[in-house]
C-alpha cells in the first residue's frame, strides 16, 4: 500500500497514515467571536504543549440539526469573517463544513479544508465543486455507507485532477439513535493510500437521543481514540468547548480542553510506537 501524503496550507501541516498523528480540533459551531478566538488560541497553546500539528475546526453554519429550534451558527459571512480572524491572527490552518454547492467558492478563499460532512457525502455535485477548489477535501464517510463504498467516493475527487484527500471515519448506524465504530473500517479505507482521520466526537454520538437533539456518550472517546490510533491512522478529530455542558451543539459528545490534554497524552504514545 502507497502510503500518500497531504499537504495543506503552507505545507506546515501533513496528513499521512505513517507520519505522526495530526489534530483537528475546535467547537462544533462558532458560538461568537470571542468564544471561538479564545478556544483557537487554547488550542495552539496545547499542541505546541504536546509538539502535535493542530488544524483548527468550527461550523459557520450547521445544517444537519435535529429540531428547527437548535442553533445553527452565526451564517457564511460572519463565521468566515471569524475562521480568517484565527487564520491570520493564530496563524492556524482552517477546516470548516461546506453543506451547499453555492457556499464553496467564498469558504475556500478562508478554509485550508473542506469538509464534506457525512449525511452529504454522496452527493456528488458538492464534492465535485469542493474538489474543484484544488484545496485538499475531507470527506466524512455517512453513517449509512460501508467503508468499500468510500471508493467510489474517491474517484470523485480524483475525477477533476485532485488528489488531496482525507477519509474520516464517524461511526455507523448501529438501530435507531445509535452509532458503533467498526474498527475493520480504517483498515479498509486505508487500503486507498489516502490519510485516514477517526472522527473520535461523532463516533459517540447518539442521534436525536435527546428528542430535539443528540446526545453522546463521551467516556467513550478514550478507548476508541486509543483504539484507533494503535491502527495507525494519519489524524484524529475531537470536538472541544470551554464548557460542553453548555455548548450550543455537540455538547455531550465535547471534550473540556483540559480533557483534550489527558487525551493526547495517552494517544500520543501509542501513535508514536505503532509508527516507530
Known amino acids: 500500500m502507497n502510503d500518500k501524503t ?124 469542493c474538489a474543484k477548489t484544488g484545496l485538499p477535501v475531507n470527506i466524512k464517510k455517512g453513517q449509512f455507507l460501508a467503508p468499500e463504498d468510500m471508493e467510489n467516493i474517491v474517484k470523485k475527487i480524483e475525477s477533476v485532477k485532485n488528489k488531496k484527500i482525507i477519509l474520516t471515519e464517524r461511526g455507523t448506524s448501529f438501530g435507531y439513535r445509535n452509532l ?27 442521534p436525536g437521543n435527546l428528542s430535539d437533539r443528540s446526545g453522546g456518550q463521551k467516556e467513550f472517546i478514550e478507548p476508541l481514540s486509543k483504539a484507533a490510533v494503535s491502527i495507525g491512522i494519519a489524524g484524529i478529530f475531537v470536538e472541544v468547548h470551554k464548557d460542553p455542558k453548555r455548548a450550543l451543539s455537540d455538547g455531550p459528545n465535547s471534550l473540556a480542553p483540559s480533557e483534550l490534554k489527558k487525551l493526547l497524552a495517552k494517544v500520543m504514545k501509542i501513535d508514536k510506537l505503532v509508527k516507530q
Open 6 to 129: 497531504v499537504s495543506i496550507s503552507d505545507g506546515s501541516v501533513s496528513f499521512s497514515n505513517a507520519s505522526p498523528l495530526v489534530l483537528i480540533a475546535g467547537p462544533c459551531v462558532i458560538e461568537s467571536r470571542s468564544q471561538v478566538l479564545a478556544l483557537a488560541a487554547e488550542l495552539k497553546d496545547i499542541s505546541c504543549e504536546f509538539g502535535i500539528s493542530l488544524v483548527f475546526k468550527a461550523s459557520y453554519d450547521k445544517a444537519n440539526r435535529s429540531s428547527v429550534r437548535s442553533f445553527r451558527g452565526l451564517g457564511l459571512k460572519k463565521g468566515l469573517k471569524i475562521l480568517s480572524e484565527v487564520k491570520r491572527k493564530l496563524d492556524l490552518p482552517i477546516l470548516t463544513d461546506v453543506h451547499s454547492e453555492q457556499d464553496v467558492k467564498a469558504v475556500s478563499k478562508v478554509a485550508d479544508v473542506l469538509q464534506v460532512p457525512a449525511f452529504l457525502s454522496r452527493q456528488t455535485d458538492l464534492i465535485i465543486g
Open 180 to 206: 458503533i465504530v467498526d474498527m475493520r473500517s480504517l483498515e479498509i479505507m486505508k487500503k486507498t493510500g489516502y490519510p485516514v482521520v477517526f472522527d473520535a466526537s461523532h463516533s459517540v454520538q447518539l
